[in-house]
């Protein structure tokens, strides 16, 4: 065998050894990508602040086996906010589950016609209390859970509430990504069922 023959082979086994290593290697964030409802506007003219408040008796967002596949362990999630079913979505930032929900359902209320201002600007806010986001992997299967209450407050009084809630699974084929494409269903379902005509209807606003 020829020098030049021994140098691409060893070429190709170090390439195909590189890649082996890289599909392996575990994902620095998990991402998701929240995709607002087709329906837009219908609240245009209303008014309000928003808050979260972290109400979760377990604040940890990944699980032993989620845990696995992200490099970072703190439970940071990459959010991306989209229009439509297809398209990667325009990416916010970086952030822990409360603000995570927070910049979402901004976006949700701006995209139904709400202007949101500064608490302390109008005495109206929504208010949501997040319940639960965890993220797991058990046998082979990536487990999601995100509940959250919404009120809308006026004066400090709650006027109107709805409790959202979903869990979702699904079989791990593709690792790590297998778990952003769950998550991010889940967290858009979860979001787009929160019915805001019905919460400002409800309140006499």
Not at 109 to 118: D, L, S, T, Y
Not at 153 to 169: F, H, P, R, T, W
Not at 173 to 183: D, H, K, S, T
Not at 193 to 205: H, K, T, V
Request: proline content about 3%.
């Amino acid at each position: 065998m020829s020098r030049t023959n021994q140098s691409w082979r060893s070429a190709l086994w170090i390439i195909g050894l590189l890649s082996v290593v890289i599909s392996c290697s575990s994902i620095p964030h998990l991402r998701l990508t929240y995709r607002l409802p087709p329906e837009h506007g219908a609240l245009a003219g209303k008014k309000a602040f928003l808050d979260v408040e972290d109400m979760r008796k377990d604040k940890q967002t990944l699980g032993p086996g989620a845990r696995d596949e992200f490099e970072d362990t703190s439970g940071a999630i990459s959010l991306s906010v989209a229009k439509g079913a297809g398209g990667p979505g325009i990416r916010k930032g970086i952030y822990q589950p409360p603000a995570l929900l927070k910049e979402a359902m901004e976006s949700r209320m701006k995209h139904e016609g709400i202007e949101v201002v500064a608490e302390g600007a109008s005495a109206t806010g929504l208010s949501l209390l997040l319940k639960s986001f965890f993220v797991d992997r058990v046998e082979r299967k990536w487990k999601v859970t995100v509940s959250y209450e919404a009120r809308l407050v006026k004066d400090g009084n709650v006027l109107s509430s709805q409790i959202v809630s979903g869990e979702a699974e699904r079989l791990e084929l593709m690792g790590a990504e297998q778990a952003e494409v769950v998550i991010g269903e889940l967290f858009t379902d979860v979001l787009n069922r929160l019915d805001m005509s019905r919460l400002f209807r409800e309140s006499g606003l």
